[in-house]
């Protein structure tokens, strides 16, 4: 098997861009609010609300949600292709949702907001989750695939 690249979906300055407002939010998030913008705990945030941190985290959610639709006003969105079974999706969510807890954060909170503040037990969680998506893709796409 060997590795193409398909240059026509290769976006650097998209890419680029898309991640210094991924910054330029964790930070303001952090310097304005004194909050990390990690997305599990923004959202369990709602499960148990104190009166006064529900409107900012609803805020951050629905500008999150509709960032797609202001994006879509101005360029054609892409169309999702998922090559997965309903029950695979379900077991992934959980999967994804018991990792959240025991790594007390998510994929944005250690890697964008915990890294940039140096947090050791953040390197630790990104240095897991990593090495558990490459071997996952390894074993699915290697080991795995007739």
């Not at 390894?138 to 695939?145: G, N, P, T």
Request: glycine share 16%; with cysteine.
């Amino acid at each position: 098997m060997t590795l193409t690249i398909a240059w026509t979906q290769f976006t650097p300055g998209a890419a680029l861009a898309g991640g210094a407002l991924i910054g330029l939010a964790a930070a303001l998030l952090l310097l304005l609010n004194g909050r990390i913008a990690g997305i599990s705990g923004i959202l369990g945030g709602l499960l148990r609300p104190a009166r006064r941190d529900v409107a900012w985290r609803v805020a951050f959610l629905l500008g999150l949600m509709g960032a797609s639709w202001v994006y879509g006003l101005f360029a054609p969105l892409p169309v999702p292709r998922i090559e997965a079974g309903t029950g695979t999706l379900m077991a992934a969510g959980l999967l994804v949702g018991v990792g959240t807890r025991y790594g007390a954060g998510c994929t944005s909170g250690h890697g964008v907001c915990g890294l940039s503040r140096l947090s050791p037990r953040s390197l630790v969680a990104t240095l897991a989750f990593m090495t558990a998506g490459f071997i996952t893709v390894f074993v699915l796409r290697h080991l795995l695939a007739g």
